[in-house]
């Protein structure tokens, strides 16, 4: 009973998680259209994207309580940084636009490495090219 209880609400420490390649993962993201959607139904179709990848339910859970009290950037902002297999689109256009400003500190940091080598790909998806001017 308790092994069932782990395999529920944490498959990766029961050994149980399902490897998911970068290559399968990509084929998996779901973008999700937010014009006119609600709070609830971003919500529903960002724990069921993760849920659809083999997320636990603990990071399931993890996400929804960081996301409640949450403004709506936030919100959308942190599915992204809880992993969450989605892409937001907001008139069309792409909600993140790859600002280098929205990273965390570890983010930063590999952004500044990859740019060396000559791109960065954000997490949202775009791809970033070294140049002169950058910062």
Not at 62 to 83: R, V
Not at 95 to 110: A, M, P, S
Request: charged share 35%; net charge negative.
């Amino acid at each position: 009973m308790l092994r069932e209880q782990i395999v529920k609400d944490a498959p990766e420490l029961a050994g149980e998680r399902k490897e998911v390649s970068d290559e399968d993962s990509a084929c998996r993201t779901v973008t999700i259209h937010l014009d006119g959607l609600e709070r609830d139904a971003i919500l529903h179709n960002v724990t069921k994207a993760m849920r659809d990848i083999g997320a636990s339910e603990r990071e399931i859970e993890g996400f929804k309580e960081d996301a409640h009290n949450a403004d709506y950037d936030t919100m959308l902002a942190k599915a992204i940084d809880w992993g969450a297999p989605v892409h937001f689109l907001k008139d069309g256009e792409p909600w993140v636009k790859g600002d280098w400003r929205r990273l965390t500190l570890w983010q930063r940091v590999k952004r500044k490495l990859s740019l060396l080598g000559g791109s960065y790909v954000h997490p949202d998806g775009t791809i970033e090219l070294a140049s002169k001017d950058r910062c």
